[in-house]
């Protein structure tokens, strides 16, 4: 019988596994493999590194949500080989397949800038978030003995999705550490390059983000490329001029790519996203199918792919497991299409926006509801309704 191998265990990864007990032949071997054993729920990781949620709130275990039939490994990728359909891992013995279904996630991308990776901080998985909320009370302690401005200063670099999410999380944050460490006001400031932040939101509710960060006193510098980062500093270009904005914790949200293990297997990419077929799989390898942040594919009529969120991965899970099942059983493949359930972004626990249609916008506490509900929704489709139970979130 067939084998087929699901490399990670993400939104996609997890979707995938569990269509594929259901639809494919019975005695199929599917192994899904992944390098930790507990699901992250990477939409949420802005709430831990802002302490505003507990890291068991936004986890569960992988093998708990899996049907009997799903084998779980626990091992590190390090190549593909699709010539002769093996996995290579740095902890387990190499794996061949029949089909494989790529879903190893996102890294954050630091585009060689100067000092970034030494002195920020970047929000990439639980670790590196509970370590930013750990940074933050670190310096902000310290202040009591240092006297120093900087340790009351936080610098969010991007003010992409995460960015601003982490943004409105630290609305709260900075007040209870105020009173907690009884100092003086802190500073939060968000250095940009865009002019225009979260453009998949109209401008109407953009600008009601934008306008709630500076009526909670997060300072916002648009228009602001970054030249480097330096130990306790981000520096910057307004226009022709260079500036600093100092403080002792730095965050980095600015942007990411897809897995090193697509650059690494000497697979064709675009910052690790493979370009795919229809079907999602690669035309020289139909067994071979890339969804969420590793893959890339461009909707009829448009000129760019779709943006890598973990709405689109489970979409693309399920796209990808119902062409591996129709393969199978000797079916047709069905070209994949994506329809949006819209777009929210939370701005704290109780504020955000949302668009959920052209005609369908939200601000404030309603917003913030639908955030939960997306939450909701997003376990339900990859770990079912009783883990979502269980989490709390229902």
């Known amino acids: 019988m067939a084998h087929i191998l699901v490399l990670g265990a993400g939104y996609g990864g997890l979707r995938a596994a569990r269509d594929l007990a259901k639809s494919t032949p019975a005695g199929t071997q599917i192994d899904l493999i992944d390098k930790n054993e507990k699901h992250v729920e990477k939409t949420a990781l802005h709430t831990i590194a802002a302490g505003t949620n507990r890291a068991d709130a936004v986890s569960f275990d992988i093998r708990s949500v899996l049907p009997s039939n799903v084998n779980f490994i626990k091992a590190t990728v390090s190549k593909l080989d699709l010539d002769n359909k093996t996995v290579e891992f740095t902890d387990h013995e190499a794996i061949t397949y029949d089909y494989i279904v790529v879903s190893l996630g996102f890294r954050s991308e630091d585009f060689g800038l100067e000092g970034a990776s030494e002195n920020a901080l970047i929000l990439q998985d639980l670790e590196t978030a509970q370590n930013i909320y750990k940074t933050i009370n670190k310096n902000i302690a310290n202040y009591k003995e240092s006297q120093d401005p900087k340790d009351l200063s936080i610098i969010v670099c991007g003010a992409g999705f995460t960015g601003v999410e982490i943004l409105g999380e630290l609305v709260d944050t900075v007040k209870i550490l105020k009173a907690k460490y009884d100092v003086p006001e802190i500073k939060v400031t968000c250095v940009e390059m865009a002019t225009r932040i979260l453009p998949m939101f109209d401008e109407n509710l953009a600008s009601y983000a934008v306008d709630y960060l500076d009526k909670n006193g997060i300072k916002l510098l648009t228009g ?162 009783k883990t979502a139970i269980k989490k709390g979130t229902i």
């Open 224 to 385: 602001a490329k970054i030249k480097r980062i330096d130990k306790q500093a981000v520096v910057y270009m307004d226009g022709d001029t260079e500036k600093s904005v100092e403080g002792s914790t730095i965050i980095w949200t600015v942007g990411v790519s897809g897995s090193d293990v697509i650059a690494n297997s000497g697979i064709e990419a675009r910052r690790n996203r493979v370009m795919t077929t229809e079907f999602l799989n690669l035309e020289a390898h139909p067994e071979a199918y890339f969804i969420g942040d590793d893959s890339a594919i461009i909707p009829k009529g448009e000129e760019r792919p779709y943006p890598t969120t973990g709405q689109l991965a489970t979409s693309e899970g399920t796209g990808a497991a119902f062409n591996i099942a129709a393969a199978l059983n000797g079916k047709d493949l069905k070209p994949y299409t994506y329809t949006s359930l819209g777009t929210v972004a939370s701005l704290g626990q109780n504020h955000g926006i949302a668009e959920i249609s052209k005609n369908l916008k939200f601000k404030g506490t309603i917003a913030s509801l639908l955030k939960h509900v997306s939450a909701d929704r997003g376990i339900m489709e990859i770990a079912g309704l």
